[in-house]
């Protein structure tokens, strides 16, 4: 079983600025990225930025510039710091992993947090 856990979330005047967290754990051989979407209301989940084991970063567009993505693959964690909020970017964000699992038949899986919600007030 593989578990991903955030933590973070909560209220912020727009402009200000929070940090996401994700651990994973569990039968994990090896996990081939990590990354942050969301899901605004009425809206569709989207991307926000991910992590490769190789370091390789990849943002949407909308939060260039503003949020830093940052973690350890290999130690599991994964990490999102948003500045400059606005409201717009209100959501519940989902860490989400791609991981080999270390029992067999060794399979690769795409993983889930349960989400945090992220409330900016303007």
């Known amino acids: 079983q593989v578990q991903l856990v955030e933590s973070g979330g909560g209220l912020v005047q727009a402009g200000g600025s929070l940090r996401l967290s994700c651990a994973a754990s569990?039968?994990?051989?090896?996990?081939?990225?990590m990354g942050w979407y969301r899901q605004g209301p009425g809206k569709q989940r989207e991307l926000v930025a991910d992590?490769?084991?190789?370091?390789?970063?990849n943002y949407a567009d909308s939060v260039k510039g503003r949020f830093t993505i940052s973690g350890d693959i290999t130690k599991s964690t994964v990490y999102l710091q948003m500045n400059s909020l606005k409201p717009e970017d209100t959501a519940v964000y989902y860490c989400?992993?791609?991981?080999?699992?270390?029992?067999?038949?060794?399979?690769?899986?795409?993983?889930w947090g349960q989400g945090t919600q992220v409330t900016v007030s303007s």
């Open positions: 569990g039968s994990i051989f090896r996990i081939n990225s």
């Open positions: 992590i490769t084991s190789g370091g390789s970063t």
């Open positions: 989400n992993a791609v991981i080999r699992r270390s029992t067999f038949p060794y399979p690769t899986g795409n993983y």
